[in-house]
């Protein structure tokens, strides 16, 4: 069974930091891209990053680049998103999400292949 377990979130003032750690088991993790996909309220989900197999190549949405980084530790199986100068806008469910195809997470395209139950990111100004 292929769990994708997030921790890491909570409330933060507008300017802080936070690292959103996944923990997957179940699946071959470095044979998987792996993404970090939020949705604020009342919002569609949306690509925040994603991070290639062997973890050399990172893509961000445009509203975190410099602010975020995405990494992932192969040997643990576990994948990190360290948020900078977080902004209210940051204000969401984070969901961790691996496939095969990287295109799939920027795309956040309804055959995703597995997703983490989300954890709650909010940033109060």
């Known amino acids: 069974q292929v769990q994708l377990v997030e921790s890491g979130g909570g409330l933060v003032q507008a300017g802080d930091s936070l690292t959103l750690s996944c923990a997957a088991s179940?699946?071959?993790?470095?044979?998987?891209?792996m993404g970090w996909v939020r949705q604020a309220p009342g919002k569609e989900r949306e690509f925040v990053a994603g991070?290639?197999?062997?973890?050399?190549?990172?893509y961000y949405a445009d509203s975190v680049k410099g602010r975020f980084t995405i990494s992932r530790d192969n040997a643990k199986n576990i994948v990190y998103l360290q948020m900078n100068s977080l902004k209210v806008e940051d204000t969401g469910v984070y969901y961790c999400?691996?496939?095969?195809?990287?295109?799939?997470?920027?795309?956040?395209?309804?055959?995703?292949?597995?997703w983490g139950q989300g954890t709650q990111v909010t940033v109060s100004s």
């Open positions: 179940g699946l071959p993790f470095s044979s998987y891209a």
């Open positions: 991070i290639i197999r062997g973890g050399g190549s990172a």
């Open positions: 999400a691996g496939d095969l195809r990287l295109h799939n997470l920027v795309v956040v395209a309804t055959s995703i292949e597995y």
